[in-house]
């Protein structure tokens, strides 16, 4: 019952929805020829279910968030895209939502706009669930959510239960064998150059600066560490020296850097949003010094234009990302490519 998500589009804002409401403000053309085209796809492929996104889109309705949005939920993607699976919300205790519709009372109106299942997270506490049920108890007695709209929604839950059964399927190891090749080779495809990179001699130091960790890491808080960074760069370069900095000491780096004068300098992000004071003033330095360096991006993207060096972005730090980013740097070991 895979999802898509989270709809209409949250590639286009930097603010994060676990604590703001964020805002795209594209007309409606631009938005129907970039951020919808995947989402119509999905939806006219029928795909299991669609994700909301707790974004404002005044395109569609200047007032409500496409998770609370009557225009974004039922006219645009049931009626215009003719999408009759299950619309499942972002979770509705993050803070672009309960800041706007405390105690639970979002879950009464996503239903109303079009959402079969209201999705309240909680993080271990049992009140915002307490919350949202008594929300759509009291918004059914009130009548100021529609009885019928809730037998939709269950209706559609009940025939989703029945296409998708929860049996276990046996996994083949020729099915899997050509699905981890298949992960592979998507994220060898997703990595992205910028600029020129330096020829990186694995018969000689190369420098690796990189965090400890990262302040906010993967969407389940987990992220890559220095160490694990390091421990697969040295598959590649064997004489690799590290410096590990907690995002606003460099010290450690400068005195690597400093022990190895004209060695190359791998500068590593790993963080979710932005750059650290570390990592900038880490990058200034080199740029300085015209030191041969390589900026990997292993989150962000926009961290490329941040740092100003010449880059290459891997777009994540899976296993899968780290193989794919070996497998390039091996190429850059005598020569760099044009």
């Given at each position: 019952m895979s999802s898509v998500k989270h709809f209409p589009g949250h590639g286009d804002t930097a603010q994060d929805s676990h604590l703001t409401l964020p805002t795209v403000t594209k007309p409606r053309a631009e938005l129907e020829a970039t951020e919808w085209l995947p989402f119509r796809a999905a939806a006219q492929a029928g795909v299991g279910s669609v994700m909301t996104a707790h974004i404002l889109y005044p395109a569609l309705d200047p007032q409500r968030p496409a998770t609370l949005s009557p225009a974004a939920l039922t006219g645009l993607l049931r009626q215009e895209w003719g999408y009759d699976g299950v619309v499942v919300t972002d979770a509705t205790d993050m803070r672009a939502i309960a800041d706007h519709y405390p105690r639970g009372t979002a879950a009464p109106a996503a239903l109303a706009a079009g959402a079969d299942a209201v999705l309240s997270c909680g993080h271990g506490q049992l009140v915002p669930h307490a919350e949202h049920a008594r929300a759509l108890a009291d918004a059914l007695a009130a009548r100021q959510l529609d009885p019928a709209r809730v037998a939709e929604a269950q209706d559609r839950l009940a025939r989703a239960a029945l296409r998708f059964p929860g049996t276990p399927r046996p996994y083949p190891p020729a099915q899997r064998g050509a699905d981890e090749q298949a992960t592979q080779d998507w994220a060898a495809r997703s990595l992205r150059w910028q600029g020129t990179p330096p020829a990186l001699d694995p018969a000689r130091p190369v420098l690796l600066l990189a965090p400890e960790s990262a302040a906010l890491g993967g969407p389940?808080?987990?992220?890559?560490?220095?160490?694990?960074?390091?421990?697969?760069?040295?598959?590649?370069?064997?004489?690799?020296?590290?410096?590990?900095?907690?995002?606003?000491?460099?010290?450690?780096?400068?005195?690597?850097?400093?022990?190895?004068?004209?060695?190359?300098?791998?500068?590593?992000?790993?963080?979710?949003?932005?750059v650290s004071a570390a990592e900038a003033g880490l990058a200034t330095g080199l740029r300085r010094d015209r030191r041969p360096?390589?900026?990997?991006?292993?989150?962000?993207?926009?961290?490329?234009?941040?740092?100003?060096?010449?880059?290459?972005?891997?777009?994540?730090?899976?296993?899968?990302?780290?193989?794919?980013?070996?497998?390039?740097l091996a190429t850059l070991r005598l020569h760099a490519p044009h």
């Open positions: 389940y808080g987990d992220f890559l560490s220095g160490e694990a960074l390091a421990a697969s760069l040295r598959n590649v370069f064997p004489h690799l020296q590290v410096a590990l900095h907690g995002g606003q000491d460099a010290s450690a780096a400068e005195a690597l850097l400093a022990r190895f004068p004209g060695a190359p300098v791998l500068l590593a992000t790993t963080g979710r949003w932005g360096a390589l900026h990997l991006a292993l989150w962000s993207p926009e961290t490329v234009g941040a740092l100003g060096l010449p880059a290459i972005v891997t777009h994540g730090f899976r296993p899968v990302n780290l193989l794919a980013l070996n497998t390039a």
